[in-house]
C-alpha cells in the first residue's frame, strides 16, 4: 500500500519535508533569540542609572557610541563654526526645527551639536546666534541619524543651510573639516564661555542662558535597547516560522492520507486503475 512513497514524485515530497522542518525550526529559534537578547537588553538598562544622571566625561572616553554611553553626559571644548537647521523635527506634537551647529575641537575635528529646538519652519524663524569665542559644551551623546531614524529627511533638496539627518556622512560633504560619528543635544540652551578679564578665566554662563527661545532636545533612547516594534516583530517571526513547520508537517500527512485512500480505492476496485484500458 506504501509502495507509493518510492515513486520519483514522493521522493521530491520527502525531501522538501526534510530539509524545510529544520530550516523552518532554525529560523523560528534565530527569532526568539533575537527577542530573548532585546529583552535581557532592556531589563539590563532598566537596572542601570538613568545615562543622563551621571557624570559628564570627556568626548573621546565615551566614543564610539553604543548602548551603553548612549545619552551620556559629554563635554567638549572648541568654537562655533557652521550652523544648520533640521528641518521637520517636533517637539511635544509641535512642528519645528532643530538648530545644528558644528564645534570646532582643539583637534581640527568638529561635533555635531544641537543647541535646540524652535517651532516653526525652517529659513522662515529667526534663529539665536551662537556663542562666540571658546565655548565648553556639555550634552547627551546621541549616535549619528540613519535613515530609519523617526523624523529623519533622506529625500534631500533640502535649500542650503539645512540639513535632513544629524550624522557624519552626511554633514562631510557640506563642511571642509572631519566630523565625529556622533552628536550631542544640550539640556542648557545657554553655553559656558571664558569670562572676560584674564585668560584662563573661570567658565561663567553666556549672556541669554534661555538659548534665545530654544527649548532643549530630549536624548533619544539607543536603538536596539527597549521592547520597541522591532521586539515584537522578532515574537511574531518566530510564531510564523513554527506555525510554517507545522504546515508543513500537516499537508505532508494529508497528501499520505490521500494516496493510502487513493490505493485502497483502487485495489477495491472502486475506481479504475489508469494503466489499464478502458472497457468499449
Excluded at 13 to 39: K, S
Excluded at 209 to 229: E, N, T
Aim: hydrophobic share 40%; aromatic share 10%; charged share 20%.
Amino acid at each position: 500500500m506504501y509502495r507509493f512513497l518510492l515513486t520519483p514524485r514522493w521522493w521530491g515530497i520527502n525531501l522538501f519535508v526534510v530539509l524545510a522542518i529544520p530550516f523552518c525550526v532554525f529560523m523560528g529559534t534565530w527569532q526568539l533569540g533575537r527577542f530573548e537578547d532585546r529583552v535581557q537588553t532592556h531589563e539590563a538598562a532598566e537596572k542601570q542609572p538613568a545615562p543622563g544622571s551621571l557624570a559628564a566625561e570627556p568626548l573621546d572616553e565615551l566614543l564610539p557610541v553604543d548602548t551603553v554611553t548612549s545619552g551620556r553626559p559629554a563635554t567638549a571644548s572648541g568654537r562655533y563654526a557652521d550652523q544648520f537647521l533640521v528641518p521637520g523635527r517636533k517637539l511635544d506634537d509641535r512642528s519645528g526645527f532643530y538648530v545644528l551647529d558644528m564645534l570646532r575641537t582643539d583637534g581640527g575635528k568638529a561635533l555635531p551639536v544641537v543647541r535646540g529646538w524652535l517651532p516653526g519652519k525652517a529659513g522662515q524663524t529667526p534663529v539665536p546666534a551662537a556663542p562666540t569665542g571658546r565655548v565648553t559644551v556639555t550634552g547627551d551623546l546621541q549616535a549619528s541619524e540613519s535613515a530609519g531614524t523617526a523624523g529623519v529627511d533622506a529625500t534631500g533638496g533640502l535649500p542650503d543651510g539645512q540639513v535632513g539627518m544629524i550624522s557624519a556622512a552626511s554633514l562631510v560633504n557640506l563642511v571642509t573639516y572631519d566630523v565625529y560619528d556622533a552628536w550631542v543635544t544640550l539640556q542648557e540652551t545657554g553655553a559656558r564661555t571664558p569670562a572676560s578679564g584674564t585668560a584662563g578665566a573661570a567658565l561663567t554662563d553666556a549672556p541669554g542662558k534661555d538659548g534665545g527661545g530654544l527649548r532643549p532636545v530630549p536624548a533619544a533612547a539607543p536603538q536596539g535597547s527597549g521592547l520597541d516594534l522591532k521586539a515584537f516583530q522578532n515574537l511574531g517571526y518566530t510564531g510564523e516560522w513554527f506555525v510554517f513547520a507545522a504546515f508543513v508537517v500537516f499537508m505532508w500527512f494529508r497528501l499520505l492520507r490521500r494516496e493510502v485512500e487513493a490505493a485502497r480505492d483502487l485495489r477495491l476496485g472502486l475506481i479504475a486503475d489508469e494503466e489499464t484500458p478502458a472497457n468499449p
